[in-house]
């Protein structure tokens, strides 16, 4: 008796989720296609997508007085000779500091200011 039940409330129920079913089938069409198209912009804008955390070189100082105890501290190995300064972040003319690695590598602060204002 169950069987004869059963099978008009599935054919029911299968009746039902029919355009329930073509509606999840266009959305994941759709949502295939816009990631497309968010994959083909983002190729679009690469030199944005360029800014990824950065690490910088450290620019050391020679100081007559300076040592070797930043060695215990940092995780960059040091120059030869006494270091008695450790710039690890510096957008001095002189003296700037470069990033280390990456499509960006040796670029300085400054010069990524001016390409990227905004970011």
């Known amino acids: 008796m169950l069987r004869s039940t ?8 299968e ?5 329930l079913t ?16 968010e994959i083909h912009d983002a190729r679009a804008v690469v030199p944005e997508s360029l800014l990824y955390p950065l690490r910088f070189e ?3 100082q020679y100081r007559l007085w300076g040592g070797r105890r930043f060695a215990d501290l940092l995780t960059a190995p040091l120059p030869s000779g ?3 300064e450790a710039w690890l972040l510096s957008d001095r003319n002189d ?4 990033v280390a690695d990456g499509p960006l590598k040796g670029q300085t ?3 990524m200011l001016k390409e990227y204002p905004s970011k």
Request: proline content about 10%; hydrophobic content about 45%; cysteine-free.
């Open 6 to 13: 059963a099978k008009p409330l599935l054919m029911s129920l």
């Open 22 to 37: 073509r509606t999840v089938e266009t959305v994941n069409a759709s949502a295939t296609e816009l990631h497309a198209a």
């Open 58 to 60: 450290p620019i050391y």
């Open 82 to 84: 006494p270091v008695g």
């Open 109 to 111: 602060i400054g010069q």
């Open 95 to 98: 003296h700037a500091s470069q």
């Open 15 to 19: 009746r039902m989720l029919r355009p």
